[in-house]
């Protein structure tokens, strides 16, 4: 099936810096989000981008299709957006149905 | 408008009593899913339904039985707990019709299940 890395997996940052996560997949995809996994287990949606760019306030995602990754921006990083971030894809192949996840990027903002 | 509701948020099991773990979601959405995620790892799924009688097997479906009767319902069947089956169960859905076949999945606020 559909591989997905996500890098890093680990990222500890000050409050106001800025933040690009990674996400590569293995295959070709017509479906890929990007979700917040806050402190309290909560999944959060954050992009259905599965090709293309979209902005939503401080974060932003591009997904560039044809060389298979998608990027997460987030720009003056708040405590809030302390958590896990996850990428997931749905491969053009055949097989189940549902998203493959990545192993996620464990974010941790410091006042 | 509750989107995907699920039922109980945590439970203890012991070695090999049964439970149903309850998914509902009020959107109309056809597609359900059903996820466990393991401590430090990402999603991983179990089982999915296209729509009402039908449903087929994810990545990890052993041990695991579904049934999805209506279109609102798709519950979660342990019959023998195991304690690897000590996870966080997430519900999922999204709509399936044709015109938005790549549509996004909306998760329920997980079950925290421990086998002991």
């Known amino acids: 099936g559909i591989q997905v890395e996500q890098s890093p997996p680990d990222l500890i940052l000050q409050e106001g810096a800025n933040s690009t996560l990674r996400c590569n997949f293995s295959d070709s995809v017509n479906n890929l989000q990007w979700f917040h996994q806050n402190p309290w287990g909560q999944l959060i949606n954050l992009f259905y981008?599965?090709?293309g760019t979209k902005q939503n306030g401080r974060l932003s995602a591009t997904t560039v299709a044809t060389e298979r990754y998608s990027l997460l921006y987030i720009s003056s990083s708040q405590t809030t957006d302390s958590g896990v971030y996850f990428c997931a894809v749905k491969g053009t192949g055949g097989g189940a149905d549902g998203l493959t996840f990545g192993k996620g990027t464990h974010l941790i903002i410091q006042p | 408008n509750a989107g995907v509701t699920q039922t109980p948020k945590f439970r203890i099991l012991k070695i090999g009593q049964s439970m149903t773990l309850q998914c509902a979601q009020d959107?109309?959405?056809?597609?359900m899913y059903w996820y466990r995620q393991d401590p430090g790892m990402g999603l991983k799924l179990i089982y999915y339904?296209?729509?009402?009688?039908?449903?087929d097997k994810g990545e990890v479906p052993n041990g695991y039985n579904v049934s999805r009767s209506t279109t609102e319902d798709f519950p979660l069947r342990l019959e023998l707990a195991a304690p690897s089956q000590t996870s966080v169960y997430f519900c999922?859905?999204?709509?399936?019709?044709?015109?938005?076949?790549?549509?996004?999945?909306?998760f329920g606020n997980g079950t925290r299940l421990t086998v002991t």
């Open positions: 999922a859905s999204r709509t399936g019709l044709s015109e938005l076949y790549n549509s996004p999945l909306h």
């Open positions: 339904s296209v729509g009402a009688g039908i449903t």
């Open positions: 981008i599965p090709s």
């Open positions: 959107m109309n959405h056809n597609y």
